[in-house]
């Protein structure tokens, strides 16, 4: 099969470049040609999620555009027309098993010839993936990268009328493109993007090279999401960016994302949340709307990296870890009742044990109820990259294993003080294996698994705690609203 000529190869460096130049917002760039319209009809789509929630929420923008070319969804990609993995590339293992899934199911192009297989997200961003796709992979009819979704569209139909690889990766600071098709993956909680792309440029983190530069919604956009949402009866939301604090500074928008988080509490929705937060950008504004609203909930997930100041640095997170002991007491003592999770790296190159040290004193520190903890995987590209990775792998995986120790623990010793306490839970539905279990989050995302009878997705449930285990919490319905 040759491929289209008219490719864009991803380029790390070009997706380095940042300028001062404004974001152009566009709202009319979706759209689809006539010969298009209908050329999922009779047709089913499989899609593949990997990684973050914003990947999640692109493919809903992915599945929300296949629906309006008419395909059909399939859980199963015996049946599927069309196979496409929307991938992360946060991690070389997930990289991995995407590439070994793509290689698993070569094997249905046989019984269907005309299969179409697709790759999309951050991988699709990165040259040694596309090169190795080109190569390897032959397959593959279509890749886009994260820049390139609504030209969905016209990138599919090339696929598949021209029978010629299609492969279109802008890397460029990316625009802002409202007005894409969407379609929910659920009834009662939903996403909302506020902003794409990352400046703060990490030095382990592919993620400014694969989304482009931090780029605001604007504030009317993101309140008309909210408000279609709330008329759909949708009761939480999760406010998404990859640094949620820098939310309208490239828009100049007075108060930042104090501001519009205080805006999307007044519009009265049952339950907000918002993620990521850096500590670096955290400001007390923020913190005040945060104390302020019932509506938003007092779970705050800033992720720590590291104890030591001297890792902290050589990864590029701005901040040391007595700002962040700071920021986290303040946030602790505004927000009644909050519960705080993080992110841990552990073995990135030069990490002494002494330094481990200090990331499990601030552990002990800081009690966190969850933890995403995770050994350093170094990505092409990165300037973590060429550093010598130095640590040897057996001494990362004691690491690892002596860090879930002590987050495990808290993550009990949290659960533990909800015994025999009634917290309100979101319901999202009953247990697979007991229809008569169902399970659902508090306020602070705890999950709970609980006992009752002919309770609905997405009610509010008072539940009385029972049991508390590392990672949820079991209890009875008591009332439900
Ligand atoms: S803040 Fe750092 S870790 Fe988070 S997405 Fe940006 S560069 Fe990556």
């Known amino acids: 099969m040759k491929v289209n000529q008219k490719w864009n190869m991803p380029d790390l460096k070009a997706a380095k470049q940042r300028t001062k130049k404004q974001v152009t917002i566009e709202k009319s760039l979706f759209n689809i040609p006539s010969e298009v319209k209908n050329i999922g009809v009779g047709r089913k789509y499989y899609l593949r999620t990997y990684g973050c929630q914003a990947n999640e929420r692109d493919g809903e923008t992915i599945a929300g555009i296949l629906e309006e070319l008419q395909f059909e969804p399939t859980t199963n990609y015996e049946e599927a027309d069309l196979i496409l993995l929307n991938t992360c590339a946060v991690r070389k293992n997930a990289e991995d098993k995407v590439l070994g899934e793509l290689g698993h ?66 890397s460029k600071e990316g625009e802002v493109i409202e007005n894409l098709p969407v379609k929910r993956f659920g009834t009662h909680k ?5 902003m794409y792309g990352c400046d703060k ?53 007075e108060g930042g994302f104090a501001y519009l988080l205080e805006e999307v509490a007044k519009t009265g929705i049952e339950r907000i949340r918002f993620t990521t937060s850096h500590p670096w950008d955290f400001s007390d ?33 701005r901040y040391t870890s007595e700002q962040y002991l700071t920021l986290f007491n303040k946030l602790k003592e505004k927000v009644k009742g909050a519960a705080f999770s993080t992110d841990i790296i552990v073995g990135f190159p030069n990490e002494t044990d002494e330094q ?90 705890k999950l709970v698994n609980f006992t009752g009878e002919n309770i609905q997705s997405g009610t509010i449930v008072d539940v009385e705690i029972i049991e508390a285990k590392s990672f949820s919490l079991d209890g009875k319905a008591i009332k439900v609203d």
């Open 201 to 253: 440029f990490c030095t382990y983190c592919i993620v400014p090279y694969t989304r482009g530069k931090e780029r605001s919604r604007q504030v009317e956009d993101i309140l008309d999401e909210v408000k279609v949402l709330i008329k759909d009866g949708f009761k939480e939301i999760t406010l998404l960016g990859q640094n949620v604090n820098s939310y309208g500074k490239d828009l100049q928008v």
């Open 285 to 317: 504004e923020m913190i005040d709307v945060i104390a302020k609203y019932d509506n938003i909930m007092p779970f705050i997930h800033l992720p720590v990296q590291s104890g030591s100041d001297s890792m902290l640095k050589i990864m590029g997170r």
């Open 356 to 445: 481990f040290q200090d990331t499990l004193k601030l552990v002990d520190h800081c009690k966190f109820d969850n933890s995403f903890t995770f050994i350093y995987s170094p990505r092409v590209g990165t300037p973590a990259a060429a550093m010598e990775d130095n640590v040897p792998m057996d001494v990362k995986e004691q690491r690892l294993q002596e860090l879930m120790k002590h987050t495990n623990h808290w993550a009990k010793v949290n659960n533990e003080s909800y015994k025999g306490k009634i917290v309100k839970v979101l319901v999202d539905g009953p247990s697979k294996k007991n229809k008569d279990v169902y399970s659902g989050y508090t306020p602070q995302n």
């Open 190 to 194: 939903a996403w909302v993007n506020i």
């Open 105 to 170: 199911l070569k094997y249905l192009r046989q019984k269907n010839p005309d299969l179409l297989f697709g790759l999309c997200g951050c991988m699709a961003q990165e040259e040694d993936v596309v090169d190795t796709i080109i190569k390897k992979y032959k397959h593959v009819d279509l890749v886009f990268g994260t820049h390139n979704i609504h030209r969905l569209p016209v990138l599919l139909y090339q696929a598949m009328m021209s029978k010629e690889r299609t492969i279109e990766v802008f």
